[in-house]
Nanobody, 124 residues
Framework: QLQLVESGGDLVQPGESLKLSCAVS????????IGWFRQAPGKEREGISC????????YYADSVKGRFTISRDNAKNTVYLQMDSLKPEDTAVYYC?????????????????WGQGTQVTVSS
């Protein structure tokens, strides 16, 4: 059974960093794409990053480009999202998602499996 479990969310101050983890079971990372999404209260779920099946391509939304970095550890079957220079507008529940398709997508509908989410709050 495929499962994704996010961790690493926390309350941090503006300008600080966090590293989120997405531990995947029942699905090897070279079987498809993994995406990171976030949803703030009252807003739609936003696709912010993705790593392709091969691991050779990644995607970043303009809102996080230059501050967030996606990576993966195939041995641990885990995908990470390093978040630097955090801003209050980054406050949201962060989700990872998987699909058995090779290329990146930022669309919510392009993913078949979802984790439960982890809360990130950026506030002074």
């Amino acid at each position: 059974q495929l499962q994704l479990v996010e961790s690493g969310g926390d309350l941090v101050q503006p300008g600080e960093s966090l590293k989120l983890s997405c531990a995947v079971s029942g699905f090897t990372l070279n079987s498809g794409r993994i995406g990171w999404f976030r949803q703030a209260p009252g807003k739609e779920r936003e696709g912010i990053s993705c790593i392709s099946q091969s691991g050779g391509r990644s995607y970043y939304a303009d809102s996080v480009k230059g501050r967030f970095t996606i990576s993966r550890d195939n041995a641990k079957n885990t995908v990470y999202l390093q978040m630097d220079s955090l801003k209050p507008e980054d406050t949201a529940v962060y989700y990872c998602a998987a699909a058995r398709r090779p290329l990146c997508s930022s669309s919510f509908n392009a993913y078949d499996y979802w984790g439960q989410g982890t809360q990130v709050t950026v506030s002074s």
